[in-house]
């Protein structure tokens, strides 16, 4: 089936029209699903089966038959979202062009996150402003992997701009580049990527071989993301009259001293355009992190920080949409 240019624009504004309602079904809470299934299989099982240890040697060694396995993983579960969605799609075309159009519509909305990224970080900045310090931290948990119990009101604004800056490239330009290079089947390839990692994706005992080559993969498909998003950011600063030369000197200097090869680029652009330094050091599953600043503390981030990276938010997202819907018919 053809994704044409008007099936993008329309997926987009359903985003921002619906959000992510919890009671709708949606397809990357099945893909989750499917992960732990998987998981079950290719690591439990195998491991009860080959009698092998999963706990780390000394030396820190790699374990190559949790690697190998992690690969499988990664792969099945992979090809079985793509040939899923790919298979409906098609059945959908042969029945009638217009249930596939239908199918392809909720399937690229429900991979692009403009409207729920604003949701639930405003509900923290609303209880922060109404002085509800408990339970900004409460709502601010749900959606950042830090210890947030520790955190005072400057503490919890810096998370806000972090995590929004970050994740506006994982569920939103990301998603719309895939959709625009492969349609559906591209958007939702990409968000099964982004969920595995999000999953399987940590360095710890269980996870840092198993979950190597998915984290991997995560950072390979989302290098040419968080590098035009970083782009897309200075672009709307300038509209925004924030300050373009300070955000381009900051991302050229801090970009790549995050530890993650792509976080650090929408990232460091905020903070130079904002003027606020984002990073330092943070708790993470009970342990003391020291994360690299980027930016400089020329101000502290504050409530007018917020509104300024909600703002570049949807300029980013309107953007990054028109971008993929100019690419659909370009390859159209």
Not at 142 to 166: F, N, Q
Not at 306 to 322: D, E, G, K, M
């Amino acid at each position: 089936m053809t994704f044409s240019v008007s099936h993008v624009l329309t997926a987009y504004v359903a985003d921002l029209l619906l959000g992510d309602p919890p009671s709708w079904p949606h397809p990357v809470r099945w893909i989750g699903r499917l992960i732990e299934k998987a998981e079950g299989v290719f690591y439990l099982d195998s491991e009860r089966k080959s009698g092998f240890s999963t706990v780390l040697e000394p030396d820190g060694a790699s374990d190559g038959r949790l690697r190998v396995l992690g690969i499988a993983f990664w792969m099945a579960v992979l090809g079985a979202v793509g040939a899923v969605v790919t298979g409906a799609l098609l059945v959908c075309h042969l029945i009638h062009p217009f249930p596939a159009a239908l199918l392809g519509v909720w399937i690229a909305y429900t991979c692009l996150a403009t409207r729920s990224l604003y949701d639930e970080s405003a509900a923290v900045a609303r209880a922060l402003s109404a002085g509800r310090l408990q339970e900004a931290r409460r709502l601010l948990s749900r959606i950042v992997s830090r210890d947030t119990g520790h955190l005072d009101e400057e503490g919890i604004w810096r998370a806000l701009v972090e995590t929004v800056s970050e994740n506006l490239s994982d569920g939103v330009v990301a998603p719309l580049f895939y959709l625009a290079l492969a349609g559906p089947v591209g958007a939702v390839v990409y968000k099964t990527v982004n969920t595995l990692d999000s999953m399987v994706g940590y360095n710890n005992e269980r996870y840092r071989d198993f979950g190597w080559f998915s984290a991997r993969m995560d950072d390979l498909f989302n290098y040419v993301p968080a590098r035009l998003t970083a782009v897309l950011l200075l672009a709307a600063g300038t509209l925004w009259g924030l300050d373009l030369r300070r955000g381009w000197a900051v991302l050229k200097r801090d970009a790549r001293k995050h530890k993650s090869p792509n976080a650090g680029f929408p990232e460091a652009a905020v903070a130079g355009l904002l003027g606020v330094q984002l990073g330092g050091p943070g708790v993470y599953f009970g342990r003391a992190v020291e994360k690299p600043s980027l930016g400089d503390p020329l101000t502290v981030p504050d409530e007018r920080a917020f509104r300024h990276t909600t703002r570049l938010l949807f300029t980013v997202s309107a953007a990054a949409a028109f971008l993929a819907a100019l690419a659909r018919a370009l390859w159209g």
